[in-house]
């Protein structure tokens, strides 16, 4: 294949993702949503399926990460709103910096404001007080803060370990997804505009985001 013709294909991509981006721009405002999701991701296991060797904070072993925030989105009762119209897409660096202990990659930061902040409907900064703030909201169950051996468990036990540990969670404002391999992929707790615990709606749906009777959760790096 000819480089013009790579580089035609190229252009057609990027092409194909602008459209995209501009449909979602045109079809969701700023602002206009029923209530939060926050994901919290088991950083092994992200570490352990990654695509890419790069060099990463989160993989790299200097700090052991176990839940790590992977972001904070807005949501309808059905489907979700992205890439919203936003004057500023950038994340300046004080932010970037002050988020990194819970979010140990840039480029994660970045995408979720790109992606999902901006369709909170308030700045950047404010965003990111309000997704530390949920993370804050939450107690990890201790057998979940640094364990050094693979766990296999159920994810009704993983669920049940976080209602044990927050008393004013329920059972329908938490679900538990896995990934490839069986493995622990995320934890999502939901809350309202308010960041009050609320019910979840039809997006996190248990049965859709994991039918295994057991899960793998990869030990702490």
């Known amino acids: 294949m000819t480089n013009i013709m790579y580089r035609i294909i190229a252009s057609g991509l990027l092409l194909s993702f602008m459209s995209l981006q501009a449909f979602a721009q045109s079809r969701h405002k700023a602002g206009e949503f029923d209530y939060y999701t926050m994901a919290l991701s088991w950083s092994p296991t ?99 803060t640094s364990p050094q051996n693979t766990i296999l468990i159920s994810p009704s036990d993983v669920e049940n370990d976080f209602l044990k540990a927050n008393p004013k969670l329920k059972a329908d404002m938490i679900s538990i997804q896995c990934g490839r391999g069986r493995r622990l992929r995320e934890v999502r707790i939901c809350f309202n505009r308010d960041l009050k615990l609320t019910p979840c709606g039809a997006n996190e749906n248990q049965r859709r985001l994991c039918r295994r009777d057991k899960i793998v959760m990869p030990p702490v790096r």
């Not at 570490?47 to 990463?56: A, G, Q």
């Not at 176990?66 to 300046?92: D, E, I, K, T």
């Open 46 to 144: 992200y570490c352990d399926t990654r695509r890419n060797n790069k060099p990463e904070q989160q993989c790299d072993g200097q700090r052991p990460y176990a839940f790590v925030l992977h972001g904070l989105w807005p949501q309808y009762n059905r489907g979700w709103p992205s890439f919203c119209r936003a004057r500023n897409r950038w994340v300046p660096n004080d932010i970037i910096k002050s988020m990194l202990d819970i979010m140990p990659s840039k480029r994660l930061i970045i995408h979720q404001w790109r992606k999902h902040g901006v369709c909170s409907g308030v700045d950047t900064k404010t965003f990111f007080e309000l997704s530390r703030q949920a993370f804050n909201s939450i107690k990890i169950p201790e057998r979940y």
